[in-house]
């Protein structure tokens, strides 16, 4: 079942991404905190739903246990937000997902996993094609600067600190993913159920923080409801944590790079409805993904 919530989580971010970046507002400096309060709240509303549905007795101090990871987490997710004020989602998206290969990078390294041909081979191509994917990003963001016959959106130009963002929470993010795959998986120090209910209040923590900061002390104006865009984008956010946290108690080394393939839906779905062009060499690379999506689900019926 693993890959089939794997393949879940990256369906529901890669369309939570889109409606981030709709979301995003280069002239409003405090959007990307409104993203956390808006995402926040709707995990809070979940996580008190999933307790009350199931039955669930949940002990305060899994929340101090699991921090390390929702900090993490919370903070690369953050960086991310700012960072899409000022950049194209299909190239924030690739940079930041490449935070599934530090984590199965990390995971080898620091304990021993006997994996298979397959697997090896699934895990190298689907990290191929979104390291790829960022390259060609990146490539065709310096062309588009170096013409100055195109006049190019404020909230797209990309200078040294907004690139710095995604790469952030790409190191970020992966140390996340790793600190849960230890606390999920290589030494189950938490339950799914926990970790997912820990990791949703404290999120609404941090947004009942955030909207305190927001309205009392910045004095912003802020109706949650009206923010359709941020709306959409937390219900899928909250969705893929929800499949994500059992994902990565199976198999998580694997695991790992498959859910940051979620960027190859958040390019496609971003030409679609933001009117970014594709080229062929984008194209191949999102096969090359799905190819590598393909041998990964061989390797979990085998």
Request: glycine share 6%; net charge neutral; hydrophobic share 55%.
């Amino acid at each position: 079942m693993w890959f089939l919530f794997a393949l879940l989580t990256a369906f529901a971010w890669g369309g939570a991404d889109l409606f981030y970046k709709k979301g995003s507002n280069p002239q409003d400096r405090f959007s990307h905190i409104k993203i956390v309060i808006t995402v926040g709240f709707v995990m809070g509303i979940h996580a008190t739903a999933y307790l009350l549905i199931k039955g669930i007795v949940f002990d305060p101090t899994d929340l101090v246990r699991y921090l390390p990871v929702s900090a993490l987490y919370i903070l690369s997710m953050t960086i991310g937000y700012i960072g899409l004020r000022y950049m194209e989602l299909s190239i924030a998206s690739p940079v930041q997902n490449c935070s599934g290969a530090v984590t199965a990078i990390l995971l080898f390294l620091f304990f021993k996993h006997d994996l298979g041909i397959v697997e090896i081979l699934g895990v190298t191509v689907v990290t191929f094609g979104v390291i790829g994917i960022a390259i060609l990003e990146k490539r065709a963001e310096r062309e588009t600067l170096s013409d100055h016959s195109t006049h190019i959106d404020q909230k797209y130009q990309i200078g040294f600190m907004a690139i710095t963002f995604p790469i952030l929470y790409c190191f970020i993010d992966g140390l996340g993913t790793f600190a849960d795959a230890i606390y999920l998986d290589e030494l189950s120090l938490i339950g799914e159920d926990a970790a997912l209910i820990a990791y949703e209040f404290t999120f609404f923590i941090c947004a009942l923080a955030a909207f305190v900061y927001l309205r009392v002390i910045r004095k912003q104006p802020f109706r949650i409801f009206q923010e359709r865009a941020k709306g959409y984008a937390a219900l899928l956010e909250t969705t893929g944590q929800f499949f994500y946290v059992f994902a990565m108690s199976s198999n998580a080394i694997i695991t790992a790079p498959l859910i940051a393939s979620y960027s190859m839906f958040s390019v496609i779905l971003s030409r679609i409805f933001l009117q970014e062009r594709l080229n062929k060499k984008q194209y191949a690379l999102i096969v090359v993904v799905i190819v590598g999506i393909a041998l990964l689900g061989l390797a979990d019926a085998l």
